[in-house]
């Protein structure tokens, strides 16, 4: 929205009844609680929701009684109020967050408008877990009532299991549906006898892709023919595969439509899984592996089909990089976290499918028992690769990427040496190497084992994960030397010229200190250890000015 039009929008909240739910005011002169702003987030998204609001507003920069703009300085840096979004995403149901935050320059001061989603159907919203809601203007948990209200949306109605008027088994392919058959005497070996007899509707019945015969979505995406896409209009079935080169550019693409049975296939056969080999353990023979693990490829895939939120229009995509597939599909993650998934180990509560999920389940395309994305892990883990990255930042995309190399020698050989690790620490390393941010729980978890060094968030593997994987240069690179070490070295610098300024002081230690600090931590290192030789070792003492240091010897 242009500037314009957020005043007009503006102009229109404010002239809203006191005792709306879906809009809440704020003076924020100076700043906000963050828990403070969660917790209204939550419960303006569940109120959207529960009164069918398009959108939930929490405004910053008014005063909610006479409604007067009396300008705020919450964040005056666009850097810092745009973070906002990725730390509310953290304490939230499915991560999600602000659509947009809006700065909004009024003459009477600068207003701050932070627009809302409504929550999903049968997702309520936490905040930290909790469920809020609104009494009037006031901010209370949300009720049992309306927390099960919410939920039940997504019981009401399930998308995928809904008829398709007027199609009959004569838009489903043939072919489609002797894979079909085939596929599901491999999962119910038992019933390969009496399946042969069924007719295609009992069998359609019975493998849960009809309803009494009559054609569903799921019957149309899984079987129909290319033609028959228009029985789910305006939802689109669609799977696009895009080829790029090493300079992101596109060189080849195709579409992929109904049967997705069998074009999942078709679609396998455009992917390069290429030969890979690679060099470990001082061994002159490599170890040569496909790129990609064939069973990894068509579980991303096959859970992208099963979980898109096909209301929303969109395409599956699957983008193929020289080194990497990236997989997405639309729709929230909806249990929130791949470390819960893997961590629990069991079915989710609810699919937001879950009548294409059965039949997809029945026809041995996904494993209903919830362990699909844990045996992902572990079959990347067991090849010495890199773990899957899910990327869940987009409140209505999950984005999941393969890489089909090795990043890092030393977490492949730690891999190979050491098959102790527990899943959960893999992870975590597999995270050190890809230079990602470890949360404090990681961190710890890794320090206790001692598989970490270096100052937090810039970690590294330890000595001990060197001399395992023999990787030794790397360690002494980050390793920091002890303080007297530089200590000494600052004083033999004085001896010789007689004075340092810290300019001086800066060439000599920089690209001396642990390669594990970035470069402000360097300075703030480099500081630490002056002042300390000052202040505590009165070894050295500073005879110029602040801004123009001349660092001389204390005569002893």
């Known amino acids: 929205m242009n500037d314009a039009e957020l005043k007009q929008l503006l102009e229109k909240l404010l002239a809203l009844p ?54 705020t300085r919450f964040r005056p840096n666009r850097i810092d109020l745009d973070s906002l ?9 499915t991560r999600i967050t602000f659509i947009e935050i809006y700065e909004v320059h009024h003459h009477k001061g600068r207003v701050i408008m932070f627009q809302i989603l409504p929550a999903p159907k049968g997702i309520p919203i936490a905040w930290e877990g909790h ?12 009720n049992l009532q309306e927390i099960e209200q919410i939920r039940n949306q997504g019981q009401q109605s399930d998308w995928s299991a809904q008829i398709c008027k007027g199609a009959t088994i004569e838009d489903l392919y043939p072919a489609a549906i002797a894979k079909a058959r085939e596929n599901y005497k491999e999962k119910s070996p038992q019933k390969a006898s009496d399946i042969d007899k069924w007719n295609d509707i009992t069998f359609l019945n019975k493998a849960k892709v009809t309803i009494q015969g009559k054609i569903t979505r799921t019957a149309i995406i899984l079987l129909g023919r290319d033609e028959s896409e228009h029985f789910i209009s305006p939802s689109v079935a669609k799977i696009t595969w895009v080829l790029k080169d090493e300079h992101n550019i596109e060189k080849d693409y195709e579409h992929f439509g109904p049967p997705f049975l069998l074009n999942v296939d078709n679609l396998y056969s455009r992917i390069r899984n290429l030969k890979y080999r690679y060099l470990l353990n001082d061994s002159l023979f490599p170890t040569e592996v496909t790129k990609y693990e064939p069973w990894v490829m068509r579980e991303v895939l096959h859970n992208c089909i099963a979980h898109q939120d096909y209301e929303l229009k969109g395409r599956i995509s699957v983008v193929e990089n020289p080194d990497d597939l990236m997989f997405s599909n639309l729709g929230s ?32 395309m996904i494993d209903t028992l919830g362990g699909g994305i844990k045996k992902m892990f572990i079959l990347q883990r067991n090849r010495h690769f890199p773990m899957p990255d899910y990327d869940l930042k987009e409140p209505d995309k999950v984005k999941v990427r393969i890489i089909g190399k090795v990043i890092d020698e ?9 098959t102790d690790l527990s899943l959960k620490t893999v992870i975590c390393l597999d995270k050190v190497q890809k230079k990602i941010k470890l949360s404090k729980d990681e961190h710890k978890l890794l320090k206790t084992q001692k598989l970490v060094e270096g100052r937090y968030p810039n970690l590294f593997v330890t000595a001990k994960i060197a001399a395992i994987t023999g990787d030794k240069s790397t360690y002494i690179k980050h390793r920091a030397f002890d303080d007297q070490h530089y200590k000494e070295m600052i004083i033999a610098f004085i001896k010789q010229y007689g004075s340092a300024s810290r300019k001086d002081i800066n060439d000599l230690l ?17 500081h630490n250890l002056l002042y300390e030789m000052s202040k505590n070792d009165k070894s050295i003492i500073n005879q110029g000015s602040r801004k123009r240091s001349r660092w001389v010897l204390i005569p002893e």
């Open 410 to 418: 030393n977490y492949t050989k730690l891999l190979i040496n050491k």
């Open 18 to 71: 006191a005792e709306t739910e879906c809009v809440e005011f704020k003076e924020a002169k100076h700043t906000s609680h963050f828990s403070e702003i969660g917790k209204y987030f939550s419960a303006l998204s569940n109120e959207a929701n529960l009164k069918n609001k398009n959108f939930g507003w929490l405004i910053f920069g008014i005063e909610d009684e006479s409604r007067k703009i009396v300008n």
């Open 510 to 526: 920089l690209n001396k200190l642990s390669g594990a600090l970035d470069q402000k931590q360097k300075f703030s290192k480099i």
């Open 333 to 364: 993650f909806i249990p929130e976290s791949v470390e819960n998934v893997i961590e629990q180990d069991s079915p989710p509560e609810r699919y937001r499918n879950s009548f294409l999920a059965n039949a997809m389940v029945n026809l041995n």
């Open 85 to 93: 979004k990725s730390e509310i995403a953290n304490k939230t149901t």
């Open 131 to 142: 469920y809020y809601g609104r009494d009037g203007e006031s901010l209370v948990p949300l």
